[in-house]
């Protein structure tokens, strides 16, 4: 488990490149791992707000600031 967040920096891309990007980052953590998400697509808080519930990934924060979402994930237990 690392302290440290990794990023991912989604911006200027559209549903569902986001989506797809997230989930294949996550595959690549350890559980307890976080993973910070930049985007730019409002369609995003949605979608990840879906994805976390059914893939059980935790968001520990989620804001927005001048047309930038950012979200902190926490890898789930395998």
Do not use: N
Request: hydrophobic fraction near 40%.
């Amino acid at each position: 488990m690392s302290d440290a967040p990794t990023r991912l920096d989604a911006s200027g891309l559209r549903c569902p490149e986001p989506l797809m990007l997230l989930r294949q980052r996550m595959r690549q953590l350890a559980p307890g791992d976080r993973l910070e998400v930049l985007t730019t697509d409002p369609a995003s808080v949605r979608d990840f707000e879906q994805f976390s519930r059914f893939v059980g990934h935790s968001i520990l924060k989620q804001e927005e600031a001048e047309g930038v979402f950012t979200f902190l994930f926490e890898c789930a237990p395998r």
